[in-house]
């Protein structure tokens, strides 16, 4: 050993000043600061890097096991485990561990030497050789081209164009005093808007803005910052505590989007769980599906809304393992309705917690508008009693304010304990700035309207059975589902857009196409959503504007798709029919219906059931407007 150190300290610069005893004192003493990569490295370590005869081995042997540049530290299994073997707790932005990943090809070649990047001369080395120190400082020169950012991104562009996925926006300008009219660009150029998220109508209720205006008035315009600076207010706190309630839940917690919201929430506790398993359902939305990724935990996916699938899966998880369900009430593309109450059976057997998805749903089912799992105990929560519920059951509840409830945010809702861990340790709620205090007070406004308004809601569904019957019995083929989605398959992504150019450009109609990656190819489809504004009037022209185009270009028929075999729901032999989520007992007509159905049999009467409640309903509406 003494031999080698002599040789050593022969050769190199650093170790002729040094003793055995030192050396040897240098291998076990950790620096005080963690490596860049997590763990520490020795202050020898730390010394032999600037070594001209180590620095390269050292930086050949890190190449070799995977971490180009690090001595000692092999690769991103290091990332959370100390010198020491000890696991050291993640911060804020990390992600689960992973393990080491192979490096397919040699980043160095053992043979060759390693070029490292010159050192910097002191400026009294400069003085001394300045032609050395001129060398020494020159620029690195590398072979080949610059990397064409421009040419990539064209390359991109090309491929969306290729396969007819390629998003046009439509510029449009939705009117309150004229809803559901809009304008594009120029005033003069009006359109009826039959696609939009603002299903009921909220974004011109009158007490939405008279509470904006006033707030507007009286706080300003933005919040001043994050909610950990000035951004925290009585707006922020009576929100959270009206979603709360909206949801018979211990605490709320509201972000910029509920997409940021989802992110955040699965990220934050995928990431912190140990070994954590994430189940989510094949058709669930970006925002799920991202936060899953960033969370780097195990993911699974099984079939959609089939709970034998899903069991098989959990049934495979041991179960000390955390797992978290993650699936969505109303699937907005297709508007199926989750298996909330069977998902919430197979959790609690299996040990999961749930994490519903309400986007879609919230404002618009249930007494109060607090989404499909209150609507499934409509009468339990009518009454106010939603202990034993099956919306109890549920761990995690996310939605938004920027649909029915018109306006723009979203927000989970839980445990106080499950709130307030996302609250600390997420930093897609951490960092951002809070919502203006005139968007809280709005969106405060519309949720308390709703939870005690039920007339917005019926109107809603009639509309949306007016328009799905009128419809089918023009062979139009509307994907079948019990909610108020109406999505009507086209299965090509270059007709789907034609349809809707020529319902905007020949029928003054905006309806968006929906494509990949929305949609899966072969799958796309025209989105079509009635608002109570969307009356008989507007009905008949989309209808026959439908009706039109479907024949101008040569468009699949419902037949047409059932002559093939069916395809997604349309057409399909032996299919049951999807009867909606509302019933008539829960809309409040059923006694109408019974006596227009009695009427019909005694007197002739014009048009449908569906046509002749809507008479009725409007008929209420006026009766009630002239008397306030």
Known sequence: ???????????????????????????????????????????????????????????????????????????????????????????????????????????????????????????????????????????????????????????????????????????????????????????????????????????????????????????????????????????????????????????????????????????????????????????????????IRHSGTKKVIFKHNDVKDLEEKLAALPLHVPKIIAFESVYSMCGSIGPIEEICDLAEKYGAITFLDEVHAVGMYGPHGAGVAEHLDFEAHAQGKPRGTIMERIDIITGTLGKAYGCVGGYIAGSAKLVDTVRSLAPGFIFTTSLPPAVMAGARAAIEYQMNYNGDRRLQQLHTRAVKEALGERDIPVIPNPSHIIPILVGNAELAKQASDKLLQDHQIYVQSINYPTVPVGQERLRITPTPGHTKEYRDHLVGAIQTIWEELGIKRTSEWAAEGGFIGVGEPNAAAEEPLWTDEQLGIAEAARTIEQEAKTTTTRGGLTERLLEREMEGLQTASAAA
């Open 1 to 291: 050993m003494d031999s080698v150190l002599r040789q050593s300290k022969a050769m190199c610069p650093f170790m002729k000043k040094a003793t055995a005893a030192g050396l040897r004192a240098m291998t076990t003493a950790a620096r005080p600061a963690a490596s860049p990569c997590g763990g520490t490295i020795s202050k020898l370590q730390t010394l032999a890097r600037r070594c001209p005869v180590m620095g390269k081995a050292m930086a050949v042997q890190s190449a070799r096991i995977g971490h180009a540049g690090i001595p000692g530290v092999a690769g991103r299994a290091m990332s959370t485990v100390s010198a020491h073997g000890k696991t050291s707790k993640a911060k804020i932005h990390t992600s689960g561990a992973q393990e080491a990943q192979a490096v397919e090809g040699a980043i160095f070649n053992g043979r060759e030497k390693v070029p490292l990047p010159p050192r910097i001369p002191t400026k009294a080395q400069a003085v001394a050789n300045p032609l050395t120190a001129a060398r020494t400082a020159a620029p690195v020169t590398h072979n080949g081209t610059k990397f064409d950012y421009e040419g990539f991104y064209n390359n991109e562009l090309e491929k969306k164009h290729k396969d007819k996925s390629y998003r046009y926006f439509n510029n449009i300008n939705r009117l309150a005093k004229e809803f559901p009219r809009a304008h594009m660009s120029t005033r003069e150029e009006k359109v009826t808007v039959w696609c939009a998220n603002d299903y009921l109508g909220m974004g011109r209720n009158p007490h939405v803005l008279k509470a904006m205006h006033e707030t507007l008035d009286e706080y300003g315009a933005g919040a001043g910052g994050t909610r950990n600076i000035s951004g925290h207010n009585r707006h922020a706190v009576e929100l959270e505590a009206t979603i709360a309630k909206l949801h018979a839940q211990e605490a709320a917690l509201v972000f910029s989007s509920c997409y940021v919201a989802n992110d955040a929430t699965l990220a934050t506790l995928g990431s912190k769980m140990p070994d954590c398993v994430i189940l989510s359902d094949s058709l669930n939305h970006a925002s799920m599906i991202q936060g």
